[in-house]
């Protein structure tokens, strides 16, 4: 149950000023319609009103009060001139421009001959004072209704800042204070405000000082939403690793059949972080480990020689991948290898049906499989293991927390758990995305591989493109072919995967394919192995093939508008080629119009290929705002963060959230309830219904 407190902070947007039918959709569509959507909706600006010179002494070019006397209105002739104002003061003469207006307005608003304070930006036309659509024309009994300082907010588009100041303004006047869940010696030391008082002071800013992320408003939201998130993940491990788990040690005997049948050596880090597994399995404590390793980097066998040291200790163990594709690639890898070891495996997904199915389930629940790989078919009420010791979530950001729970809740002991992500992230970062796990990390590449030859081509030679993929194709090589995702939302100028498929069939035939994420199971693997067996050689795609896909042999990889793409995302699909001894290249096709930016992101794909780097990189070129695409790297969203400024409060709200929870694991006490709050207020109550269901 939501703690009463926080009544008024759900309360719907319609009961503030301003706020009807039309504003609340346009609302609804930019943040949310509940009171705490607006206040966490943070100011990004200011506009400062106190200048308030002579006409003649102003200087153009910013904002600027002005009082004078309205002399004459000269209507427009047509619709291509504007209406303009002429007025004075005592210095000098500003004329107000507007473009069609309502004249009849005008003229009430602005009487000649009547005095009026004129707020607005100042321009320079022709040697003249003038303001085009002045922010405020008060007179002086209301001046009032013009405020000194405004503040300005993002994503307004359809919604004017007027109104959505008014009811913010409203909202933190409606919400009540609330408990402190910050610990007591930080807020003395930081000076941090009350939560209520640092939205006040955030939304009813005296400077632009106090709007900044440095200032001590902004740090003290920042602690909350940091803390909100690392409690809720300190919560979830807590529950996760309450179960007793066991020690799990083998003899080796499997493991040395695998190592004997690979064709090559573990390299350093592999070694690290299988040891650092195998260490975790051996504990009492249940394993909750991420690894961490760049495409490529080898992390499939790493975590092949863990499973066979779980099953050496005699329990069974899981693999789950968020793709069909991705599951059947790991069985298609993992296959030879489990013959040479005597591992028993086997494949569940959802296209395991009737008969087959009850066969598999019944074999898994004797004992009879020793690693069963397989997509979300695997947590299943109804799949039920004889004992389940140790399970692999392949881009464990593709799944929810209650997945990873429903999993472990397949044993009695507890299930030691490997996550592994193939998606690297600013080390400031993995804290707050994974703050629950310990972290393996995988950064050296095997020997023996050839850096992708990557460049950046302006979209408008897409028909050259073309063609040299054209003769590359008949030369014997593979390629892919990446479009942005198709989405009713998309904008039309966008091409389609489908479109191009069309485009590229007609001119290459039945050698093209496509796979999109609209597409059928089935489907997607009959064009995936077309593509693997060469019947296919240019596989046009949407972002599908990003996780995991592996065919050596495709050496080329055509992207298309490059420049709508995560950095972290265009490195993933990088990493579909360059996977033989075969020289690969990589085309990024950039939209001519994009800015400095969109170039400065590209130059960084061409200059490096250390994944760790590029999601340096996009941070910092992208700044705080948005990190990454926050669903391809598991990010929560964060509203009030600026990693750059608050980077040091991550770690303290990640040991505070694990102290908390360790001294207070059910939120009864003092600060645990005035915390129960806090989860709520950001929606990290996940971790509050898992306190519920015990
Ligand atoms: P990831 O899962 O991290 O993307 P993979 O496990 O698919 O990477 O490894 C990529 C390729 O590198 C595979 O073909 C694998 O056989 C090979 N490989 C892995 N480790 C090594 C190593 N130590 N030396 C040489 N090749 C390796
Ligand atoms: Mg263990």
Redesign the pocket.
């Known amino acids: 149950m939501r703690p009463e407190a926080l009544f008024d902070y759900f309360a719907d947007v319609e009961r503030l000023p301003g706020i009807g039918k039309r504003n609340r959709v346009a609302l609804e569509r930019l943040l949310g319609t509940r009171l705490v959507d607006l206040l966490l909706h943070l100011p990004t600006g200011l506009v400062d009103r106190r200048y308030r010179p002579k006409i003649n002494d102003a200087v153009p070019g910013g904002i600027v009060t002005l009082e004078v006397t309205v002399d004459e209105h000269v209507a427009s002739l047509n619709r291509r001139m504007p209406y303009r104002v002429h007025c004075h003061d005592e210095s000098g003469e500003l004329t107000l421009v507007f473009f069609n207006p309502r004249a009849d307005w005008l003229v009430r608003q602005l009487p000649v001959g009547e005095q009026r304070i004129i707020s607005g930006k100042l321009e320079e036309y022709q040697g003249k004072a003038q303001i085009t659509h002045p922010d405020y024309m008060v007179s002086k009994d209301n001046a009032d209704e013009m405020p000194d300082l405004e503040t300005v907010y993002p994503l307004t588009a359809g919604l004017s800042g007027k109104i959505l100041r008014k009811a913010t303004q409203a909202a933190v006047d409606i919400v009540p204070d609330l408990p402190e869940w910050l610990d007591g010696p930080l807020i003395k030391r930081d000076k941090l405000p009350a939560f209520v008082e640092a939205l006040r002071a955030v939304h009813s800013p005296t400077s632009i000082e106090d709007i900044a992320p440095s200032s001590l408003a902004r740090r003290r939201l920042a602690c909350d939403e940091l803390l909100a998130t690392q409690l809720a993940l300190a919560i979830v491990r807590e529950r996760t690793r309450r179960k007793r788990g066991r020690s799990l040690m083998g003899d080796g005997t499997i493991c040395e059949r695998l190592f004997n049948a690979l064709p090559?050596?573990?390299?350093g880090d592999?070694q690290t972080a299988l040891r650092e597994i195998v260490a975790d399995l051996k504990s009492e404590k249940a394993m909750l480990r991420l690894m961490q390793?760049?495409?490529?980097?080898?992390?499939?066998?790493?975590a092949l020689a863990a499973i066979c040291a779980a099953v050496e200790a005699g329990v069974q163990t899981a693999l789950l991948a968020p793709t069909e594709i991705l599951a059947h690639q790991h069985l298609d890898?993992i296959a030879p290898l489990a013959e040479k070891t005597g591992l028993k495996i086997a494949l569940l997904t959802g296209r395991n049906k009737g008969k087959p199915r009850a066969a598999l389930l019944e074999a898994l629940a004797n004992g009879e499989i020793d690693l069963l790989i397989g997509t979300h078919a695997i947590i299943q009420q109804d799949v039920h293991f004889k004992d389940l010791g140790f399970a692999i979530i392949d881009e464990q950001h593709r799944f929810g927390v209650q997945q990873r729970l429903a999993l472990a809740a397949k044993a009695d002991h507890g299930v030691d758990v490997l996550g592994?992500t193939?998606t690297p992230i600013p080390r400031t970062l993995t804290l707050t995305a994974y703050g629950d796990m310990d972290v393996s990390l995988?950064r050296e590449k095997?020997?023996?591989r050839k850096p992708v030859d990557t460049r950046v081509v302006a979209l408008d030679r897409l028909a050259d493109v073309a063609a040299g993929i054209g003769r590359a194709v008949k030369a014997g090589a593979r390629a892919y072919w990446v479009c942005p995702l198709v989405e009713e939302s998309e904008l039309l100028d966008l091409a389609a995967a489908e479109e191009r498929y069309g485009t590229l069939k007609h001119m290459f035939g039945d050698h093209v394919g496509l796979v999109h994420g609209k597409m059928k199971g089935a489907d997607k693997d009959a064009a995936m192995a077309k593509f693997q067996s060469g019947e296919i050689t240019i596989l046009v795609s949407t972002t599908v093939i990003e996780v995991?896909v592996?065919v050596?042999e495709a050496t080329i990889m055509v992207i298309e508008h490059a420049e709508r793409f995560g950095l972290s995302q265009l490195h993933q699909l990088r990493?579909r080629v360059g996977?033989s001894d075969q020289k690969s290249s990589c085309l990024l096709q950039r939209a001519n119009e994009k800015g400095e930016v969109a170039r400065k992101r590209l130059k960084i794909m061409r200059e490096t290929d250390d994944g760790f780097v590029i999601a340096e990189e996009d941070l910092r070129l992208r700044g705080g705002g948005e990190v990454l695409g926050t669903k391809q790297s598991g990010l929560p969203e964060f509203k009030l963060v600026d990693f750059a400024e608050h980077a040091d409060l991550i770690e303290l709200a990640r040991d505070d959230a694990r102290m908390i929870v360790a001294k207070d694991p059910e939120l009864t006490g003092k600060r645990g309830q005035a915390l129960r709050h806090l989860l709520y207020l950001f929606e990290r109550d996940e971790g509050v219904r898992l306190m519920q269901s015990g």
């Open positions: 090559y050596t573990l390299t592999q390793g760049d495409v490529g980097s080898g992390k499939t066998i790493v890898t592994m193939a995988i095997p020997p023996g995991g592996n050596p990493g996977r």
